[in-house]
């Protein structure tokens, strides 16, 4: 969060009217306990989730990390990309219902048609049904969601982020850059399902356009309030960038 | 940190050179093993004190909290204001020299002829020679800092400080009332020892004419900003106030 600007979203120097940084603060806070129990490698996957979004879900700014959770819990679980990964491939039916569970405390945003809503009750029984693991589930939800991508690719964007992060040098800094360069080179899909696919597309232009010297961050940002336009789902994946990079002896503090 | 603007301290729109917003932030999170302890009533509170400032003294960013783990960890062992006070009044010797080892990690301003200079080992001697408890050391600091004071007096201005935290309503914006209440009413010993006590006497009156409309909140930050004028033991007092006020029943979160 002290990190700025990082264009569209919450950050240190403003708030959206119904999420404020307090909230990203608070929640920072409230999560620890199911952060800790991953960390000791206690508890699965989806249970996990399901707390964190229940820990964190007492205060009025509704989702503020969900996708963060979605990538962080499995890295805590396996403590790096190699151990995530081999959590993430034993999850279970449960694990699906559980993050279910968890996702209906949320107010995040389903693609608009999809067959597994989180909020339709006929969403668990076909899980069940189906027997889908949560690994199913995000094999089901990648084709729109670059969270759920994470996943199922390896956590490609992760890892891209955590090499930006070392490239860039330490500090609050080298997070803004490497945040800039992920949003020029993917679009995010928190925005496709917002403001579909152009937007999105202008977006990671604009990013580039910054980049090269051509758009003015400030502006960058100032553009991307006005319009409502934030790249949640990058946002998600730098957060866990950052964890793998601090893994790898980054240093947030310079 | 999300209340804002706090003049002249570090907040959410502002840094210094050295100490910036995320190192008040990691202290945050650092500390917490020391909060927790004192939560479930273990341990002194000198050695608490010393380990806070330990946990916390990792990063680059200097002291940032050492004025409100001394409001803080009596608060946490004793539950509210009178039980702080009770835990204060069977403070020992050890907790004294305990304390002292936490200030030797700190670069705190002393008061500039202290006869107990925490960077002076002779202090040790003459407090182990004197039997003297933490709250002697808090009577023999409390004419020239304002959070000694607080152990002498019986928490009167986190007292008020909360009180006008409920006053004032809930949120982010009772806290930055509340703190100019407090800094246009109270000479912060913080600016004294910095800057002397015409410093500190001017503070008071700007922040006062804030308060009455005569002067702008942005430009006084801007001020105590270009001056160096830090109100930090204010800011010390106000965050055991929103302890107090938050065991009370007062919301953050509106």
Known sequence: ???????????????????????????????????????RGEGSIGELIREAVSLTN???????????????????????????????????????????????????????????????????????ARRMSLLDIMHHSAPNDMVAREWTEGYRLTRRGADLLKANGCGRDSIVASFLQLLASEPDTFIIKKHGAGVAAQTMQHAGEVLSGKRRLDEFDAECIAAGINPGSIADIIIASIYVALGEGWQWDC
């Open 1 to 39: 969060m002290c990190a700025y600007p990082k264009p569209g979203n919450v950050d240190r120097c403003h708030d959206y009217a119904d999420t404020r940084l307090e909230h990203f603060l608070a929640s920072t806070i409230l999560v620890r306990p199911a952060f800790e129990r991953a960390g």
């Open 58 to 128: 007492s205060h009025s700014g509704g989702n503020t990390h969900f996708g963060a959770y979605m990538l962080l819990i499995p890295l805590l679980l396996g403590n790096d990309i190699d151990g995530a990964l081999r959590a993430i491939a034993e999850t279970t039916v449960e694990d699906a219902l559980d993050f279910y569970a968890g996702f209906s405390l949320t107010r995040v945003r389903m693609h608009g048609e999809d067959e597994l809503d989180a909020n339709d009750p006929a969403s668990l029984e076909a899980i069940r």
